[in-house]
């Protein structure tokens, strides 16, 4: 392990890169989809988005992720499975080899643009891409200088992106041709092997979420709108929970769909765009999404009616994890610039696989802490490599795949905003009801935005709660357009016995996998099964 910076210098390597006339700097969406289609990545859809598609990797693939281990890692970095150290010296010389095989390209595209849409905390990020159609997905998904701050643009974090550079895990270190790798102390994202445009916009928010925490703001995996009376709400969720479409609500005004910083002044969104799940998509269910896919937007993966180029939005012969990047500005009456003030409710977004857990919750600040480390959800098919059908899971905070530090920075981070502006959690299965995957159903999104909304809007402030006896949560008894039956999951199973064998299963998994985290009491006692009102 390397403490001190080796010889080379990777800021001069790569200015040395952009020196090349074959290089494309700052390109509007016009002229990249025209370079896209004459170069042949890429084809143009009914609707007017660009389609791309990823091939092999149709999805993340979190195993082929590392960080550079040295001096300014070794001792903040949460080393493990998610986070995997990478000698630096293999990634010098990897870094050499990809800005080689750069230099013999024909043509590169670049985009100067920034993370982060408070300029407080924002971060300037220089992304050098072999495919047009990945230049055009970065701008539409992150936050677009203006030309007044070009002049001056200097990038503090470098994505140098060679979808076609194959690792050779012998040499290089890596565990296979594919490789995410983030080094803080040259300031760079590697990545090579995949054509998965989404591992840009992941691996700039496991940067800031190794950043922003030591400027006392909270990054949160977490989408955000706020109301016409100026109220804020947040919704974690991983992939697949409903981030996206629940904020993406008619009556609200969008902040953001996936990545938030909470800070002193309130919440700002870390992208300038939105990565909407296509799959199923319809304009009646989800009208501001379908309308937001047009020209300037980027399809991923959508199969296209080859004589009209009309997309198939249901057809899940690449893969179900079908997406499209848009600028958030694409969605009527978008927030801009994507910032809003501290929320009082917080909505924690699951999607139940056992079909167990009730549709909405009210919880305590005790069990507001403990969903919140557990972050309960399903992998939903496709958003990885190799999963096929939703499969239960722990992701710690609603984030692990993307969190550096240790859960416990991000759990007193999330506890101390909520006791400074007295915000309220909530938590919402979006999942199956009925019975587990396979049995019951997937949650109405009708109910669940009714759900969300009255919870929101204090709707839920003067009505009756009952303590669910499976988990020891505080359900409502009714809800605005909500039927009564939607309210207990317990009713709905035909089986009662079945119900009660799976609750109980989920207990057990919340409480093995809890058995990680080093927790005061009454926090482990919040758990399902143990918690009281």
Sequence with gaps: MSQTLPAIDATSALETL????????????????????????????????????????????????????????????????????????????????????????????????????????????RIINQYAWHNLFVRALFIRPTAEELNTYQPE???????????????????SEAFIIVNFTRKIVLIGGTKYAGEMKKSIFGVMNFLLPQNNVFPMHCSANVGKKGETAIFFGLSGTGKTTLSADPERLLIGDDEHGW???????????????????SK????????????????????????????????????????????????????????????KNIIFL???????????????????????????????????????????????????????????????????????????????????????????????????????????EGKLNDVPFETDPAFGLSIPTSVPGVPPEFLRARDAWSDKAAYDKAAADLSARFAKNFERFDVPQNIRDAGPGRSKR
């Design 263 to 281: 800070g002193p002044h309130g919440i700002f969104n870390i992208e300038g765009g939105c990565y909407a799940k296509c799959i199923g998509l």
């Design 157 to 175: 974090f470098t994505i140098l992106s060679a979808p076609e550079f194959l690792a050779d895990p012998q040499r290089d270190g890596t565990r």
């Design 18 to 125: 952009l020196k090349s006339s074959k290089v494309h700097r700052n390109l509007h969406s016009s002229l990249l989809v025209e370079h896209a289609i004459r170069r042949g990545e890429a084809l143009l859809a009914d609707n007017g988005a660009l389609v791309g598609y990823t091939g092999k990797f149709t999805g993340r693939t979190p195993k082929d992720k590392f960080t550079v281990k040295d001096s300014v890692t070794t001792d903040l970095v949460h080393w493990g499975d998610v986070n995997q150290a990478f000698d630096s010296e293999k990634f010098d010389a990897l870094f050499e080899r990809v800005l080689e095989f750069m230099r013999r390209r024909d043509e590169l595209f670049v985009q100067d643009l920034y993370s982060g849409a408070d300029s407080r905390y924002r971060l300037p990020v």
């Design 284 to 343: 009646q269910m989800e009208p501001q999404i379908w309308n937001a896919i047009r020209f300037g937007s980027v399809l991923e993966n959508v199969t296209l009616a080859p004589d009209t180029r009309v997309p198939d939005y249901t057809d899940t012969s690449r893969t179900e994890n079908t997406r499209c990047a848009y600028p958030v500005d694409y969605i009527e009456g978008a927030v801009i610039p994507s910032v809003g003030g501290h929320p």
């Design 350 to 456: 699951t999607a139940d696989a056992f079909g167990v857990l009730p549709p909405i919750s009210r919880l305590n600040p005790e069990q507001a802490m403990y969903h919140f480390l557990s972050g309960y959800t399903a992998k939903v098919a496709g958003t990885e490599a190799g999963v096929k059908e939703p499969q239960p899971n722990f992701s710690t905070c609603f984030a692990s795949p993307f969190l550096p530090l240790r859960p416990k920075v991000y759990a007193e981070l999330l506890g101390r905003r909520m006791r400074e502006h007295s915000a309220q959690c909530w938590l919402v299965n979006t999942g199956w009801f009925g019975g587990p995957y396979g049995v019951g159903s997937r949650m109405k999104l009708a109910y669940t935005r009714a759900m969300v909304n009255a919870a929101i």
